[in-house]
Antibody, heavy 115, light 108 residues
Framework: QVQLQESGPGLVKPSETLSLTCTVSGDSISGYYWSWIRQPAGKGLEWVGRMYTSGTTNYNPSLKSRVTMSVDTSKNQFSLKLSSVTAADTAVYYC?????????WGQGTLVTVSS | EIVLTHSPGTLSLSPGERATLSCRASQSVSSNYLAWYQQKPGQAPRLLIYGASSRATGIPDRFSGSGSGTDFTLTISRLEPEDFAVYYCQQYGSSPWTFGQGTKVEIK
């Protein structure tokens, strides 16, 4: 059974860079698309973007200028960096495995942007 | 990007009743690449339906999806206590993938 676990700071200062890592267990990270989805408290879901293990990326245009995703196949991990954060970036961030449909999700990690 | 609109925003029903949730797209969803997810408080979403009408692995047959083009429906034939949750549709036919704002199914 594929399991995903997000990790990273729960508090980030405005204008700084949010960095999260997702560790995948139960299967190899190779050969799949891996995504980040976020959800502000009490609100809906927003697809941040995805990357294939070859390095191909697709980012949401609304965030594209600030997002970088990367993968480390040796550690079975993939990562998200979101730069120049503001309070509007405060959300639960989920990592996921997807093929368009999102069939494996991490439990989510809350990231708060505040000074 | 494709905007998905749920209706109603909240559905108040009793266990055993039938629930009908609607998701309308601002433009046609390519190849009916439309999925439905269930989310309970404090949990990640769970995939229920993909391709507009195919049930995901392990999903009970009281959940069914239908529709095409711009209009899609999720039906729960008889609500069980564990079905009270928020439901989201998602399109994955055109990047960026987008989600609707959700329909909350609450106990009446």
């Amino acid at each position: 059974q594929v399991q995903l676990q997000e990790s990273g700071p729960g508090l980030v200062k405005p204008s700084e860079t949010l960095s999260l890592t997702c560790t995948v267990s139960g299967d190899s990270i190779s050969g799949y698309y891996w995504s980040w989805i976020r959800q502000p408290a009490g609100k809906g879901l927003e697809w941040v973007g995805r990357m294939y293990t070859s390095g191909t990326t697709n980012y949401n245009p609304s965030l594209k200028s600030r997002v970088t995703m990367s993968v480390d196949t040796s550690k079975n991990q993939f990562s998200l960096k979101l730069s120049s954060v503001t309070a509007a970036d405060t959300a639960v961030y989920y990592c996921a495995r997807e093929a368009g449909i999102i069939n494996y999700w991490g439990q989510g990690t809350l990231v708060t942007v505040s000074s | 990007e494709i905007v998905l609109t749920h209706s109603p925003g909240t559905l108040s029903l009793s266990p055993g009743e039938r629930a009908t949730l609607s998701c309308r797209a601002s433009q046609s969803v390519s190849s009916n690449y439309l999925a439905w997810y269930q989310q309970k408080p404090g949990q990640a979403p769970r995939l229920l339906i993909y391709g507009a009408s195919s049930r995901a692995t392990g999903i009970p047959d009281r959940f069914s999806g239908s529709g095409s083009g711009t209009d899609f429906t999720l039906t729960i034939s008889r609500l069980e206590p564990e079905d009270f949750a928020v439901y989201y549709c998602q399109q994955y036919g055109s990047s960026p993938w987008t989600f609707g704002q959700g329909t909350k199914v609450e106990i009446k």
